[in-house]
């Protein structure tokens, strides 16, 4: 069964539209200026505290002091924590040792390297995207080849392409960012159709 991510969320409508439609997780861009989702801690609490509990909020982090995806995960903000920079091995074992929660890593997948570095994270899952995340560019999937572990794949997919990810790679979780959005915003439509999509293929 593939699950669903709807990340970047900023505004109360964002979690009112992902209520409404139910995917597995969302996600939050926490402290990243340049990001145009990027939310405050505060900010983040504030609409977290909103979201229907069977959906897991995700923060998405780059570069962050590690001791700041701890708190917020310790203050239940978050529970997941998806780091999307150039965070390490040790990075990771600090954050294993200042909360439990599960860890994402992110990788960019330019070649048959870049996966083979991501079987290596002691991540619980890792994350495969294009470039630094939110492009809404695709990469050649064919590169991921056969994986062992859980992973998500990220990166440009859209309702025009999201069954043919979920059937030609059988990721654990697809991550939908900019392919539900209209004009720079979450779109409340697309985000159900990409919800249903998914859920269609568990039948």
Known sequence: MTRIKICGLSREEDIANV???GPDYCGFIIQVPRSRRNVSPERAAELSIRLDGRITPVGVFVNAPAE?????AREGIIR???LHGQEDEDYIQRLRGLTDVPVIQAFSVASREDVRRAK???A???????GAGGT????????????DRPFILAGGLTLENLTEAVKRVRPWCVDVSSGVETEGYKDQEKIKAAVAAVRRMEE
């Open 124 to 130: 619980d899952y890792v994350l495969f995207d294009q």
């Open 68 to 72: 700041l995806p701890a708190r917020l």
């Open 80 to 82: 997941m924590i998806q």
């Open 136 to 147: 809404g560019k695709t990469f050649d999937w064919g590169l991921i080849g056969s994986m």
């Open 19 to 21: 209520n409404e439609a």
């Open 120 to 122: 290596d994270s002691s």
